[in-house]
């Protein structure tokens, strides 16, 4: 169908402005080009797919005579794919706007090109994510998702001349071979009955009961890597804030998300019927993922690694939804599931607005300080009036506060999760129970985190020369920022017209949509269990929030600002000439009580105080250690084992002919025994 | 005239399938070649009965290279380089005799069952040849590494190479045999000499023992 024809010639219109970026590399107008040209061909595609989902229609599809020789290139973008292909696109267009003004500010601060090649890969990386999600048979998914992890593998590399990155790039390499060998094994499984690749094909044929436990399991270790499922996320905080922060936002807030769709196309769509217990495994890793992504977050000090930490705790939210709906869908209640559904599709949309306004805002202060680190920020709301405001804003929706959009997300998960006393599994009951509890936590510790992100980066007093020193950043990058702000208030004042946007990727996954059966329903109501009952207007929300706003500014105005106070000069040496200002309230201070509360079982986080002898003129000391369990469970024996393997192997490099032979031998005879015991 | 076909190729096969049987117990390099000489006598024999019995002349083109190559050109050779490089009492079985042929015979056994099931359609004569053949060559290589000297894994790969051109006179109606029998030939040869270059490298190397070790760094 032509329709479709659209979409793969924009991507290989990426194709064509990477090698563009790449012949004209050294030119000052390659930054222009590249940037422009991708943010054109993702706006054609979001375009594309927004009509697609209003206008509704029979899928486009489209076989290219390219690839494997008898399987070829299935294309195909239904509903699903239009939902993810915006959710992209549109973290494509913000993050070239941004990338732009950020590529020229770089340019003119450090007088040369950046440090690598960011401008042939930047396309590629979006048009591999676009393969996947209009990827319409395993081969073509993983060929996809391989060349999305390559390119963002490079992507990552480009910062190579820091310290840290070459290890985060060899941990996520090793990562993303383990996700896609998962992966690989999951389509082998899910496609083994009749040896046909294809989508259309695997969902006709849907496996035994013992296969689809193991396309499951594989299912959420492969795609669960890549979106940073807790134990498998510790690529995820290295690898993030290495890559330039246009990069990290499309990392973060984008590429998780396509994560996320090969969860929902396997579970929901190619797997058939699902069972109760799937969902049961997937909310358990998701509540998990939540609570271990937050407190990570509360303990970092480097702003695009907490930024990080905290998209591993949002993926955990859409798991945890994700898992909601399956156990739903199993339990046969499908206008629940479709809520469940409808929640996660939204926080996916949510997640990748605000996470993109954060890392722009990290990257904003990065560019004018030259630092990620929180404590030597500070006071730069004075200094970068526009960022602090947009992202106060993105911490706000970040936060679930109302009337943002995280808030609407979170909302209509809790209202999903208040339905399980409609289950009639006990144990389902129950644990749903305990991961609404988890999540309400997780929110809550993810307010705790950003108001520290928030306070310590933008008020008090600056803590180093160069946050005092800092000054605003470019037209572009403030437009870059604003666009996802102003989406965040639109979605949260008037999510529903959103939601019936998505409808047809709900009714082609659980049958059913959130508003079925609702009598009423107007555009700006959000109703999905009662009309009366559990409801949100974003409008009155809006209305009263800054009516009550109104107030309290007057008030104190009238009340407390116009009288002269006077008080005595001390100001516990505070305002010397000193501009690190180091007696303030530091980033560890803040997080100091959670860490202490929580932290010291879950991460044996220590404080060691060196307190020096009486007498003694040098400074006391205060230091933290933490471990990361992940590291010490999963990370390290992983390691072990694949360096035992490997020692292995490699006597097998010393044998001689004889020995060869007999192992030849050996597994000749081997697969001929499977082949005799399997004709019976 | 078919029942005869049937029986005589039968036969024959079963014959070779005999020779491989008798090549895994011998002990001398000597009779380890007249062994051989009697497996390729054997698989000539079949080539040329089976040009005969179905008709297809180019059948006995392979019968005669089979004659000529196999049974008196490297066993020749062969027999010239034992007795030039003194090493016919040197057999040296890396496996018992005894479990060796408790091997071949599960070998047997292994390919029968796996053969029969797979080719149901196909008709007898080709079933049983291509079980007889699967398990030459199932034998060949369990001759090559139960065989310590080069000399017996040379005749082990040679008579899996039997075995593969007794599965080609087998199937009806098969142009390539003649071409795949030159071409394994050739490669046998090849093979041959390769492996003779590989031992006396090899030898070369661990007499000279002062050299390898300072190679090593072991010698102060």
Partial sequence: ?680 | MSDLGYDAAHMLGAVVLLMSFALLYQRRLFSLLNVFTMQALALTATAAWQAYSHGEPHLYITALLTLVLKAILIPVVLHRIIVKMKIHRTIEPALGIGLTMVAGVSLVTLSILLVLPVTADATALTRENLALSLSVVLLGLLMMISRRNAVSQVVGFMSIENGLILAAVGAAGMPLVVEMSVAFSVMVAFIIFGIFLFHIRERFDTLDMQKIESFRGESD
């Fill in chain 1, 1 to 680: 169908m032509a329709a479709l024809g659209l979409v793969v010639s924009a991507i290989a219109f990426l194709f064509a402005v990477a090698v563009a970026g790449a012949a004209a590399r050294r030119l000052p107008q390659a930054p222009t080009v590249v940037y422009g040209g991708t943010a054109a061909a993702c706006a054609l595609i979001a375009l594309w797919a927004a009509l697609r989902l209003a206008g509704g229609g029979p899928d486009a599809a489209l076989v290219l005579p390219v690839g494997l020789p008898w399987i070829q290139a299935h294309l195909r973008a239904d509903a699903l794919s239009a939902v993810f292909l915006i959710v992209v696109n549109l973290g494509g267009i913000t993050a070239s706007l941004f990338g732009w003004g950020y590529e020229r500010a770089h340019h003119d601060a450090h007088g040369g090109s950046q440090d690598g090649p960011v401008l042939p890969l930047y396309p590629l990386f979006l048009a591999g994510m676009n393969m996947v999600l209009i990827a319409a048979d395993a081969f073509t998914f993983l060929l996809s998702w391989e060349f999305m992890s390559l390119a963002s593998w490079l992507l990552v590399l480009s910062t190579h001349r820091e310290p840290d990155t070459p290890k985060a790039a060899r941990l996520y390499l090793l990562m993303a071979s383990f996700g896609t060998a998962c992966l690989l094994l999951a389509f082998g499984v899910l496609a083994t009955a009749h040896g046909d690749y294809s989508f259309a094909a695997i969902r006709a044929h849907a496996p035994a009961a013992g296969a689809a436990a193991l396309v499951v399991v594989l299912i959420l270790l492969g795609a669960g890597s890549k979106a940073g499922l807790v134990p498998l996320h510790v690529w995820l905080p290295l690898a993030h804030p290495a890559a330039p922060s246009h990069v990290s936002a499309l990392m973060s807030g984008v590429m998780t998300k396509v994560a996320v769709y090969a969860m929902i196309r396997v579970l929901f769509d190619l797997l058939g019927e699902p069972e109760w217990w799937w969902g049961g495994v997937t909310m358990g890793f998701g509540a998990l993922t939540a609570v271990m992504g937050v407190l990570y977050a509360l303990m970092q000090d480097d702003v695009k690694r907490l930024l990080a930490y905290s998209t591993v705790e949002n993926i955990g939210a859409i798991v945890i939804a994700l898992g909601l709906a399956l156990v739903f869908k199993a339990a046969h209640t499908p206008v629940i599931a479709a809520l469940a559904l409808a929640a996660a599709l939204l926080h996916v949309v949510n997640h990748s607005l605000f996470k993109s306004l954060l890392f722009f805002a990290a990257g904003a202060l990065l560019t004018a300080t030259g630092s990620r680190d929180l404590n030597r920020l500070g006071g730069l709301i004075h200094r970068m009036p526009t960022t602090a405001v947009l992202a106060l804003i993105g911490a706000a929706a970040i936060s679930a506060l109302p009337p943002l959009n995280g808030f609407v997300g979170e909302w209509l998960l809790f209202q999903a999760i208040l339905n399980a006393p409609a289950l009639s599994e006990w144990s389902l009951k129950i644990e749903i129970a305990v991961v609404g509890a988890a999540l309400a936590l997780a929110t809550a510790l993810a307010g705790a985190c950003f108001v520290r992100l928030y306070g310590i980066a933008f008020l008090g007093r600056p803590r180093s020369r160069a946050a005092g020193e800092a000054v605003e950043v470019g037209r572009a990058m403030r437009l870059g920022m604003a666009v996802p702000a102003v989406l965040c208030v639109v979605l949260g004042v008037l999510p529903t017209p959103l939601l019936r946007l998505f409808e047809p990727a709900l009714r082609l996954l659980v049958e059913a949509g959130p508003f079925d059966g609702r009598a009423y329903q107007p555009w700006f109501w959000l109703a999905p269990t009662s009309a009366i009952g559990n409801s949100y207007n974003g409008l009155i929300m809006l209305v009263v929030i800054a009516l009550l706003s109104v107030v309290l500014v007057l008030g104190i105005h009238r009340k407390a600002s116009d009288r002269v106070r006077w008080s005595i000069p001390w100001g516990c040496g505070f305002d010397g000439p000193d501009p690190a200002a180091v007696t303030q309230y530091t980033a560890s201070s803040f997080g100091q009580p959670i860490r202490r509360a929580f932290g010291s079982t879950v991460f044996r986080a220590r404080d060691h105080v060196d307190m020096p002898a009486p007498g003694d003129t040098r400074p006391a000391r205060l230091s933290v250690t933490w471990t990361d369990p992940a590291w010490v469970v999963v990370v390290e024996p992983l390691s072990r084992a694949v360096g035992w393997l490997a020692e292995k192997a490699n006597r097998l490099q010393f044998l001689t002919i004889r020995r060869y032979l007999t192992l030849m031998f050996l597994a000749l005879v081997v697969l001929l025994v499977m082949v005799a015991v399997t004709q019976r």
